[in-house]
């Protein structure tokens, strides 16, 4: 089966750099991709990775490893606006059209 | 402007009662998916559909319904027999495959 696994809880300073760890498992793999969800809101997409290496959307970085299932969200600059839940995800083994989440990391930015 | 509208935002039910919840999108997507937020928790698949009049069953289907007869609505029945229906429901949509999906605001259910 298919299964995610990331932190359950992160915390940094105002101005830092944290990076989320996310690791998968799965026998059909097309790519990760990573949501930020606010608490009470919608999550809004990230990044999408499918190739190996870092992808740079201003101060958000996405990594991958396929080699190593594992890839990683880089956070730069840290704003308190940033505190809020990442998810990792992959399609499904069975159907590109399934999006299988992790269980979130909670990253709390303090002054 | 384009999006995901979801009604009604917060619902309470008695229970034993069926609800629907809706989902209507006007981004032109084809695919469009149902998940299910416990608190603190991940979202878990409930169920998708690729194109009009086709869905499929995510991993937690039991106790739900749905249809797909317009390209743009995707309503979710949650039905007596879900044993605990209490959760927040997201709808979301893809233009293809589920590399980037979209987010309506969600739907927080509560049964008495």
């Known amino acids: 089966g298919q299964s995610l696994e990331q932190p359950s809880e992160v915390t940094a300073v105002e101005g830092a750099i944290v990076q989320i760890n996310c690791t998968y498992q799965?026998?059909?793999?097309?790519?990760l991709s990573w949501y930020q969800q606010h608490d009470g809101g919608a999550p809004t997409f990230l990044s999408y990775?499918?190739?190996?290496g870092l992808e740079e959307t201003g101060r958000f970085s996405s990594f991958l490893s396929r080699s190593d299932s594992y890839g990683y969200l880089l956070l730069q600059e840290l704003q308190m606006k940033d505190s809020a839940s990442y998810f990792c995800?992959?399609?499904?083994?069975?159907?590109?059209?399934?999006?299988?989440f992790g269980s979130g990391t909670r990253l709390l930015v303090r002054p | 402007d384009g999006g995901i509208t979801q009604s009604p935002k917060y619902l309470f039910r008695k229970e034993g009662q069926n609800v629907t919840l809706s989902c209507e999108q006007n981004?032109?997507?084809?695919?469009m998916y149902w998940y299910r937020q416990d608190p603190g928790q991940g979202l878990r698949l409930i169920y998708y559909?690729?194109?009009?009049?086709?869905?499929q069953k995510g991993d937690i289907a039991e106790g739900y319904s749905v249809s797909r007869e317009k390209k743009e609505s995707f309503p979710l029945t949650v039905t007596s027999a879900q044993k605990n229906p209490t959760a927040f429901y997201l709808c979301?949509?893809?233009?293809?495959?589920?590399?980037?999906?979209?987010f309506g605001e969600g739907s927080r259910l509560t049964v008495l």
């Open positions: 979301a949509s893809s233009p293809a495959e589920a590399g980037e999906l979209f």
């Open positions: 799965t026998s059909g793999f097309y790519g």
């Open positions: 990775n499918a190739l190996d």
């Open positions: 995800a992959v399609e499904g083994e069975d159907s590109s059209y399934k999006l299988i």
């Open positions: 981004l032109n997507h084809d695919a």
């Open positions: 559909s690729q194109i009009v009049n086709d869905f």
